[in-house]
């Protein structure tokens, strides 16, 4: 039981440059939720779906897309990357409101 | 509106005490709290619900004054296993915790030495 899991762990991107972030959960949760997080910020919610083919727009969805085509994975995607989007990316699922489990992050840089 | 976290760090010896305050500009229906280590995904620790309910899995206990709309995390007898960054969401969303949407506050950074 692997969990949540975020690929890739680290990225470096050109600004205009494009990515897509992939998040896998084997526990066959209905909610999944991208966050982003800098420092003195704490967790913004970027996009969250909950059920396969559904997703909606988080506190700050703006220059990102993503998609829920399966139950286990949700995809963040960056169509043209900015430096403010220089962040560290964790995925989240959950079976319910309550406890959300959180993958290990992706760390990426917009040069 | 993200809630306002106090204080922004704390740091303690072990064995002893700390209180983490979370408050908010709108009515609070739950409060979650989670701990995130150095480099690590945040984990949960508790959710507080409007009424008293409170759920969760680690030895940590928290309160909630709805009126006041705050939460309170209390650690006693601190571990070094505690240190970490304490973190609290509330509903994105006024109306209660739909779809688990959250809102975080900035953290609070807690360090136990020895």
């Known amino acids: 039981n692997a969990g949540v899991t975020q690929t890739p762990k680290f990225r470096v991107l050109k600004t205009g440059q494009s990515m897509t972030l992939l998040c896998a959960q084997d526990?066959?949760?209905?909610?999944m939720y991208w966050y982003r997080q800098d420092p003195g910020m704490g967790l913004r919610l970027i996009h969250y779906s909950v059920g396969e083919g559904t997703t909606a727009k988080g506190e700050v969805p703006d220059g990102y897309n993503v998609s829920r085509l399966k139950k286990q994975n949700f995809l963040l995607g960056l169509e043209s990357a900015a430096p403010s989007q220089t962040s560290v990316y964790f995925c989240?699922?959950?079976?319910?409101?309550?406890?959300?489990?959180f993958g290990p992050g992706t760390r990426l840089t917009v040069t | 509106q993200q809630p306002v976290q106090s204080p922004q760090a704390v740091i303690l010896r072990e064995g002893e005490d700390a209180v983490i305050n979370c408050s908010s500009s709108k009515a609070l229906y739950s409060v979650h709290w989670y701990r995130q280590k150095h480099g690590e995904a945040p984990v949960f620790l508790m959710i507080?619900?409007?009424?008293?309910e409170q759920k969760g899995h680690e030895k940590i206990s928290a309160s909630f004054n709805e009126k006041k709309q705050q939460s309170s995390l209390y650690l006693t007898a601190s571990q070094l296993s505690y240190s970490g960054t304490y973190f609290c969401?509330?509903?994105?969303?006024?109306?209660?915790?739909?779809?688990?949407?959250?809102?975080f506050g900035q953290g609070t950074i807690l360090t136990v030495h020895p």
């Open positions: 969401g509330t509903p994105l969303n006024a109306g209660g915790t739909s779809y688990g949407k959250l809102t």
């Open positions: 989240a699922s959950s079976l319910s409101s309550y406890e959300q489990y």
């Open positions: 507080l619900l409007k009424g008293g």
């Open positions: 526990m066959n949760h209905e909610y």
